[in-house]
């Protein structure tokens, strides 16, 4: 039988032309399937761009915000942030803040539209703040980067503008520092009366250590400093410390050195991640280790507590490996020890 003879018998057997009508139609399917994926895959590689920040980056808590000013209105999923503010009067205001909720967000920016998905891990947690990891992704059309920096710097300068004028603080949680309460209202240096000329020696100081950096340099000086204020409780050091951070536009990070669980390591840590153009606030450091003479049975009796040594303490202030750049106070209400 000839070949097209043959494959015209074939061709009319409805057996042959079901099965193989199928397997066609499978076959393509499958290619079309696979077609589209790898596709999709190209045009994500080369005309989108993503961009993830997690909850644990700087930029996370500022694009929450400039999301909140600027795409709370574009979307219709919304979950609530309920914040107080207490007054200088002692009134208390509440204020409400709505925040695009977990899932998927699409807002309009410079003319393009982004995607913004918001993912939560509910079996994965960020130990030092101990809420559930998140994370923000955004993908827009387009390969020009600049629009996702336009977007953050944009951000940034929202959530500095909040806080123009007032005084950040810190805390340490686990290895890193965490703003600590609403931003304060900057209190004049005026405002705090110390003996003699303390104040204004101490701030001219200050600004003639900002100002000098090359000076350290070149004649190879640790280029950081540190102050140690005295007295009985009550007469001014802290509200020296807060006022001299709102003339000088500085934040400050409080850390206190009887901490539970705070070693010569996390110290040292702490001290070189700390935000930049802040002051570093030791509180009672007399009150913040136990000789180096006590017993076993000293230490034990102290074990889980601050771990922190003095020979540890002067290495993270002055070490070889202390950080430059750095304003550190301290205050005691016993000088001699």
Same mark, same amino acid.
Not at 164 to 183: C, D, I, N, V
């Given at each position: 039988m000839p070949f097209a003879d043959l494959i015209s018998s074939l061709s009319d057997n409805p057996y042959f032309g079901a099965g193989f009508g199928l397997f066609g139609v499978g076959a393509g399917a499958a290619m079309l399937r696979k077609g589209s994926q790898v596709g999709m895959i190209m045009f994500r590689r080369h005309y989108m761009m993503t961009l993830e920040v997690p909850c644990k %980056?700087?930029?996370? *808590?500022?694009?929450?915000?400039w999301i909140t000013k600027k795409g709370a209105k574009q979307t219709q999923h919304l979950s609530v942030e309920t914040t107080y503010? *207490?007054?200088? =009067?002692?009134?208390?205001t509440t204020n409400y803040d709505f925040i695009p909720s977990v899932g998927v967000h699409f807002?309009? $920016?410079?003319?393009?539209?982004?995607?913004?998905?918001?993912?939560?891990?509910?079996?994965?947690? %960020?130990? *030092?703040?101990?809420?559930?990891?998140e994370t923000v992704t955004l993908t827009a059309l387009g390969r020009n980067k600049q629009l996702y920096f336009d977007m953050l710097e944009e951000a940034r300068q929202l959530a500095l503008r909040e806080n123009?004028?007032?005084? &950040?603080?810190?805390?340490?949680?686990? =290895?890193?520092?965490? *703003?600590?309460?609403?931003?304060r209202r900057r209190r004049p240096l005026d405002s705090v009366v110390l003996d003699q000329d303390i104040s204004e020696r101490i701030l001219a100081d200050v600004n003639e250590f900002r100002r000098n950096p090359a000076?350290?340099?070149? @004649?190879?000086?640790? $280029? @950081?400093?540190? $102050?140690? &204020?005295?007295g009985p409780p009550g007469c001014g050091k802290s509200s020296f410390?807060?006022?001299l951070a709102g003339e000088l536009g500085f934040s400050i990070c409080v850390l206190n050195l009887s901490e539970r669980g705070l070693s010569d390591d996390r110290l040292h840590h702490l001290l070189a991640v700390a935000p930049t153009e802040s002051i570093i606030l030791l509180e009672d450091v007399d009150a913040a280790f136990v000789s180096?003479? %006590?017993?076993?049975?000293?230490r034990a009796a102290y074990e889980? &507590?601050?771990?922190?040594?003095? =020979?540890?303490?002067?290495?993270?202030?002055?070490?070889?490996? =202390?950080?430059?750049?750095?304003?550190?106070?301290m205050t005691t209400n016993y000088l001699d020890r």
């Open positions: %980056d700087k930029s996370y *808590q500022w694009l929450l915000q503010r *207490q007054h200088d =009067s002692g009134k208390i807002l309009r $920016y410079n003319k393009t539209w982004i995607r913004v998905e918001r993912n939560r891990e509910q079996h994965t947690t %960020d130990f *030092q703040m101990g809420v559930p990891w123009q004028g007032k005084t &950040l603080m810190y805390t340490a949680a686990g =290895s890193e520092w965490r *703003q600590f309460g609403h931003p000076w350290y340099q070149d @004649r190879g000086i640790p $280029y @950081r400093r540190g $102050y140690l &204020l005295h410390i807060t006022a180096r003479e %006590d017993t076993a049975q000293m889980g &507590l601050s771990r922190v040594t003095f =020979s540890g303490l002067l290495n993270c202030l002055d070490g070889v490996a =202390s950080t430059e750049a750095r304003i550190v106070f």
